[in-house]
């Protein structure tokens, strides 16, 4: 199963891949395996200058949640999550009528 998501100059598959069926589990580790990757440099260099300052705030908050290992997470540096800046919650996957890729929603929390 192929999942897409864009968001701006974004564009990341999601492989989901399960040989006894896939399920829901499979689903969401995927989606949480791909953004949990590190930027690329390339990555880096598409984030438009205008939201550069809310990327690097996301990354920080992000190292500061993870207990015990704030160093460690910042050392690693940007993740693809943190180009999301608030939009990380799920609101579901649409497949196209036809033939087709899965794709990816994500939003901010409705407060």
Not at 30 to 54: N, V
Request: contains cysteine.
């Amino acid at each position: 199963m192929l999942i897409n998501f864009n968001l701006g100059p974004f564009e990341w598959e999601v492989d989901v891949k399960n040989a006894e069926g896939i399920t829901c589990r499979d689903v969401f580790k995927a989606i949480h395996k791909t953004f949990d990757e590190q930027l690329t440099l390339y990555e880096k260099k598409l984030i438009p200058p205008h939201l550069r300052r809310e990327c690097e705030e996301a990354f920080k908050l992000r190292c500061k949640v993870v207990p015990g290992l704030e160093a460690v997470e910042f050392r690693k540096g940007l993740k693809r999550v943190d180009v999301l800046y608030d939009g990380t919650i799920f609101q579901g996957l649409t497949k196209p009528e036809s033939d087709g890729d899965w794709t990816l929603h994500l939003g901010k929390w409705p407060f």
